[in-house]
């Protein structure tokens, strides 16, 4: 079974960074795609970022260039996203979804001075 808890969140200030993570009961990497999407309040989800299950990488436009996606060979269980350059237009809750079906219960990211 697939449990996907994303943690990482918190508070932090414009221009600053911030690593979630995204991890499963077993393993992902090699096996499911995984992606981020986020939701600000009183907007449609977002797309964020994905890795597929070959390791192939795509963002959104807001995100690109500031974002990464990566996961460790060394924990197959989970996968993260690098923020940098984080902006308040960053903020929203932040979702990890396994294989397009699993989603996680989200964690929040608030970019305030």
């Known amino acids: 079974q697939v449990q996907v808890v994303e943690s990482g969140g918190g508070l932090v200030q414009p221009g600053g960074s911030l690593r979630l993570s995204c991890t499963n009961s077993?393993?992902?990497?090699?096996?499911?795609?995984v992606g981020w999407y986020r939701q600000a309040p009183g907007k449609q989800r977002e797309f964020v970022a994905r890795l597929s299950s070959v390791g192939a990488r795509q963002y959104g436009d807001s995100v690109k260039g500031r974002f990464t996606i990566s996961s460790d060979n060394a924990k197959t269980n989970t996968v993260y996203l690098q923020m940098n350059s984080l902006k308040v237009e960053d903020t929203a809750v932040y979702y990890c979804?396994?294989?397009?079906?699993?989603w996680g219960q989200g964690t929040q990211v608030t970019v305030s001075s």
């Open positions: 979804v396994v294989d397009n079906i699993f």
């Open positions: 077993g393993t992902i990497i090699g096996v499911y795609a």
